[in-house]
């Protein structure tokens, strides 16, 4: 991830990411909610999983600062989700 961040700032780019956060009422919640709902095996394998790999908002900073970045956002969004934006040196705000 950190040579994500290195590329789009290299690039100037804007990078825009949109995360799930690992949170463990929104694993369980999804847990339940897939199993009531969902007949797949892949639903109801993929979608705690997702939730489970996702990253805090501590570690999403963690990674950008390693990165070197010094124009971004981490912002948390709905559904325990997080909007991450960096932008590349000559696009910072």
């Known amino acids: 991830m950190i040579e994500l961040v290195q ?3 290299d690039k100037n ?3 825009i990411i949109n995360d799930l ?3 463990w009422f929104a694993y369980w919640s ?3 909610l897939t199993a009531l709902f969902s007949k797949s095996y892949l639903v109801k394998n993929d979608a705690p999983l997702s ?3 996702g990253f805090m ?3 999403w900073l963690d990674l950008i600062n390693k990165a070197g ?3 971004f956002s981490v912002k ?3 559904a325990f989700r997080h909007e991450v934006i960096i932008y590349g040196s000559e696009n910072g705000q």
Do not use: G, Q, S
Request: glycine share 0%; charged share 40%.
């Open 7 to 9: 590329f789009a700032m």
């Open 13 to 15: 780019a804007v990078l």
């Open 21 to 23: 956060e690992r949170n």
């Open 30 to 32: 999804i847990k339940i």
């Open 51 to 53: 939730v489970a790999r």
């Open 57 to 59: 908002k501590k570690e």
């Open 69 to 71: 970045a010094k124009h």
């Open 76 to 78: 948390n969004k709905w």
